[in-house]
């Protein structure tokens, strides 16, 4: 069968790329689907700086760099393509790719990944692509000189603010505790930038404009007491939600609709791992995605020579 393949890989994120790396070099025939666009939430980051070996990189370039490095070892990678069925539990396991085209294999790694959560207040739904985005690295320039917001108190708001500190005159962190989430290291630096300021024990609970946004309403969780502030534009980082929805009742996942899988990164189906944001952990890094889809390549091909040796054995009884 042409289309068959020794492993699939559903997603093309830090996890998925590496996982086709290690095993396209391990002479395992790799096919990745991806349904967007080739790095996942990598292209969504302006500055890799923590990445070993690397001292600064952007996650479009890291992202490109992995896609060529998977390819160059002989995986095969369908992107923007849309998965419309598909069996895990059938000898082999069936993708059915735009509904119409069938590829097969005998071990499958899911590497889905996450995206951005949202706030899910009045205005959010309008407003984006209109002044509210989830990507710094996107649309940042798109404020050079104006006033905006980041919503949120984690790693990935705070070095997100100090990024966009680079186009915009005045950048405010809005967000809901009294106390920050990221490590100490984006803490001082966002507070040692002068066009950063803070509004602490907040959040936003509507976006209001025209043919764009024009301002935002702001509550104090403390006193309740409700404000205006006009605004150029609002960048939300308040985490990822996974995405798994396509393996509900299929996959074990947890109470935050997260993929439970055991330290060789396998799930409750024999012959089906996963990797990165999909899955239950507690730290979300290019580094550790990197290192479950590394153990879950290797996971896999250990166990494709097992399947392997068995119907050989299978054969000759």
């Known amino acids: 069968m042409s289309n068959h393949f020794d492993a699939i890989i559903v997603g093309a994120g830090a996890a998925g790329l590496t996982a086709g790396i290690y095993l396209s070099r ?6 990745i689907l991806n349904e967007g666009a080739v ?27 992995m896609k060529l490095q998977a390819q160059k070892f002989g995986t095969t990678i369908k992107s923007n393509i849309r998965i419309t069925s598909f069996d895990l539990t059938s000898k082999p396991k069936r993708f059915i790719v735009n509904g119409k085209d069938e590829y097969t294999s005998d071990v499958v790694i899911v590497t889905t990944g996450g995206r951005s959560r949202t706030l899910g207040v009045p205005g959010e739904n309008e407003f984006k692509g209109k002044g ?8 940042g320039d798109f404020f050079q000189d104006k006033e905006i917001i980041v919503v949120g108190g984690g790693n990935s708001a705070l070095e997100e603010a100090v990024s966009l500190t680079k186009y915009a005159s005045k950048v405010t962190v809005v967000h809901q505790f009294d106390y920050f989430q990221a490590f100490e290291h984006y803490v001082n630096e966002a507070k040692a930038n002068p066009k950063i300021d803070f509004i602490m024990e ?3 609970v509507e976006f209001i404009g025209d043919e764009k946004l024009r301002k935002v309403k702001i509550q104090n969780q403390k006193s ?47 012959g089906v791992f996963a990797a990165g944001d999909s899955i239950a952990k507690r730290y979300r890094q290019v580094t550790t995605a990197v290192g479950e889809g590394t ?23």
């Open 202 to 204: 907040s959040k936003i």
């Open 132 to 139: 509210i985005s989830y990507c710094a690295t996107c649309d």
């Open 39 to 65: 790095g996942g939430q990598m292209v969504l980051t302006h500055e890799i700086a923590n990445y070993p070996g690397i001292e600064s990189i952007s996650g479009y370039e890291l992202a490109r760099n």
């Open 224 to 270: 309740g007491e409700v404000f205006e502030k006009d605004i150029d534009g609002v960048f939300i980082f308040i985490g990822y939600v996974p995405n798994t929805e396509m393996f509900e009742g299929i996959l074990e996942l947890n109470q935050y609709k997260e993929i439970v899988v055991d330290k060789n990164m396998a799930t409750n189906i024999p």
């Open 26 to 31: 391990a002479k395992v025939k790799t096919l």
């Open 295 to 317: 153990v879950a390549a290797l996971s896999a091909a250990e166990y494709l020579n097992k399947f392997e040796k068995a119907e050989l054995e299978a054969e000759v009884i």
